[in-house]
């Protein structure tokens, strides 16, 4: 085990190897929103459910997409099919998907609409989802890894405000400035509520789970340490406490900088790296610490050819000498080619 990374159980799976502190010889791979439109197999099950939230809530049919991508690809893990809006939607928002536009949810203007989210998270929403983790380890090959995720605090205040994702997330950025104290109440509601589902998750089965802040480049830094950094360090304790040594995986998107801050203040197993970061950077300040993964760019994958080979032998020679899950560094876009998706995990795997 490197020097530097915390000592947790000796385990089977290549990836929890690695978020243990183990180099693998081949680094374990997945993608980023795997599960999606980009298969033909996950388009029959959407049009077969008849909606993206009645597909998230079906626990056969969720199932069924989350095993897809690892009965075609062979991929070291499966992550949970779902969504990051789960959460508000437990806590009583209204979220609705609308063809062609994302996400949907009744703005919050006000505190009034914030101490309504001060609540005891739906039972049944987490239950449907709890049982999806369930089917699908049931169904799991041993040495392949289930995530769990969901999304971080700031990134899911940022729809929560705003009703839908907007390029800056100027209204919840706007927000917090003018009302920080009814936006702390926004985050404390959603980490409680994270903590709960997160631990719920990991009970049901997941080995590990992610933590994606989206949105988390748009804040400058002192705002990062409030509405990034403190919400996931508050929910990693809070996650562990439940369940000791649980695995997390953090992933402040557009973090740059500020990530090494990150890894150290809330204590997560591994850090998830978006492509616009500096690899040397990300080497040597963030590898040096904790394990990473990512971050081929998703441009790369859907272009395909020489310029996907180059670009996955750059992520390789950046960080494959230490412990390292290949990755993108955002979701995989909906019209790449599965035949790239192939190449690069021909490449990887070489």
Not at 189 to 194: E, K, L, M, Q, T
Request: aromatic letters at 8%; glycine letters at 8%.
């Amino acid at each position: 085990m490197e020097e530097g990374f915390r000592k947790t159980t000796a385990v089977n799976k290549p990836l929890l190897s690695v978020l243990d502190g183990r180099r693998q010889p081949v680094p374990p791979a997945w993608m980023m929103r795997q599960a999606g439109r980009y298969l033909a197999e996950y388009r029959a099950v959407r049009e077969k459910a008849g909606s993206f939230l009645k597909l998230c809530f079906n626990p056969e049919l969720a199932a069924e997409v989350t095993l897809q991508p690892v009965r075609r690809f062979g991929f070291d893990a499966a992550i949970l099919f779902s969504d990051i809006l789960v959460v508000p939607l437990a806590l009583g928002r209204d979220v609705r998907f609308e063809a062609g536009e994302g996400p949907k949810l009744d703005p919050v203007k006000d505190e009034a609409a914030i101490v309504a989210m001060k609540r005891p998270p739906d039972a049944k929403v987490f239950n449907s989802i709890y049982e999806t983790v369930a089917r699908v380890k049931a169904d799991l090959d041993p040495q392949v890894t289930l995530l769990g995720f969901c999304g971080a605090p700031w990134t899911v205040a940022t729809y929560v405000i705003a009703g839908q994702g907007t390029p800056d997330q100027a209204p919840a950025r706007t927000f917090a400035y003018r009302q920080p104290e009814a936006f702390a109440q926004l985050i404390d509601a959603i980490s409680d509520a994270s903590i709960e589902y997160l631990v719920g998750q990991l009970k049901a089965g997941a080995d590990a789970v992610q933590l994606f802040d989206t949105w988390a480049g748009v804040l400058p830094p002192e705002q990062f340490e409030r509405w990034s950094i403190a919400p996931a360090k508050r929910i990693v304790a809070g996650v562990r406490k439940q369940v000791p040594g649980a695995n997390i995986i953090g992933f402040p998107r557009g973090g740059g900088s500020m990530v090494p801050r990150y890894v150290e203040q809330t204590g997560v197993d591994a850090v998830s790296l978006d492509w616009t970061i500096d690899k040397t950077f990300a080497a040597e300040k963030i590898q040096s610490r904790v394990p990473v993964q990512g971050n081929l760019d998703p441009l790369a994958l859907r272009a395909g050819g020489v310029a996907l080979d180059r670009a996955v032998d750059d992520v390789l020679a950046a960080f494959a000498a230490r412990p390292f899950i290949f990755n993108l560094g955002h979701g995989i876009l909906p019209d790449t080619p599965v035949a790239h998706v192939e190449q690069m995990l021909k490449r990887a795997r070489r």
